[in-house]
């Protein structure tokens, strides 16, 4: 899923000074699970804006506003309240905010939230952690399913560094240096050959931005 945490409050309001009617979308996914732009979030924001002396025009949570489709459609469902609005707010990731702003050009369009990564959640379901990048280059086959793209802070393909010591990273000790991991589960497994292979940098060409995918 796509992490988010919402924007200090005062730099929304900031944001909406000379404006007065406000339309606010949230999201059924990933910022419903982030708490960062579902139902309660939503709600708790027009109440703040209303108290704020804004009008909330309307408010919607499609399930996945990074779908072109989702948001024609909510545009097409709520046309007579969004033409009342001069401004969308979006609690939710990039990907929506971009998507309101290519079907909503004659609005402002503004994000109440900040896209922190993609991340994995844990089991108590309030815990989010990195594990890729979406670098389109995936190495797991050769580290045994751990990224150290991501999750060394160098994002070396061939490691460990010198900077390793007692299986800690150097730039933050309260973490597992992951070619550490890498090594321990390959050694498991009988495998530590594996960790011979030098891998060739990375071609970043195949992560031109901005990038475009067809099926």
């Known amino acids: 899923m796509i992490v988010t945490k919402q924007k200090d409050i005062k730099s929304i309001e900031n944001n909406l000074k000379d404006v007065e009617r406000v339309f606010i979308v949230g999201c059924g996914e990933c910022a419903t699970v982030a708490h960062t732009g579902g139902e309660k979030e939503v709600e708790a924001m027009k109440v703040y804006l209303e108290g704020s002396g804004k009008k909330v025009v ?3 949570i499609p399930e996945s506003p990074c779908f ?19 401004a969308v707010l979006v609690m939710a990731c990039g990907l929506a905010v971009q998507n309101f702003k ?5 609005k402002i369009i503004l994000p109440a939230c900040d896209t922190l990564f993609m991340g994995s959640i844990s089991k108590n379901g309030r815990d989010f ?3 890729c ?11 045994d399913a751990y990224c150290p793209i991501t999750r060394c802070p160098k994002g070396m393909l061939n490691g460990p560094c010198g900077g390793v010591h007692d299986g800690k990273c150097e730039v933050d000790r309260s973490k597992d240096c992951v070619w550490t991991l ?14 011979k292979d030098i891998q060739p940098p990375r071609d970043y060409s195949v992560n ?3 990038k475009t995918y067809s099926l």
């Open 182 to 195: 890498i090594y321990k589960s390959l050694l498991k497994k009988d495998n530590v050959e594996k960790m």
């Open 208 to 210: 031109v931005f901005p």
């Open 68 to 86: 072109e489709l989702q948001v024609i459609r909510l545009i097409r469902e709520n046309k007579e309240q969004l033409s009342l609005a001069e």
């Open 58 to 60: 309307g408010t919607a």
């Open 129 to 131: 952690s990195q594990y």
């Open 133 to 143: 990048s979406a670098c389109g280059q995936c190495v797991l086959d050769k580290t």
């Open 102 to 106: 290519k079907f909503l050009e004659d």
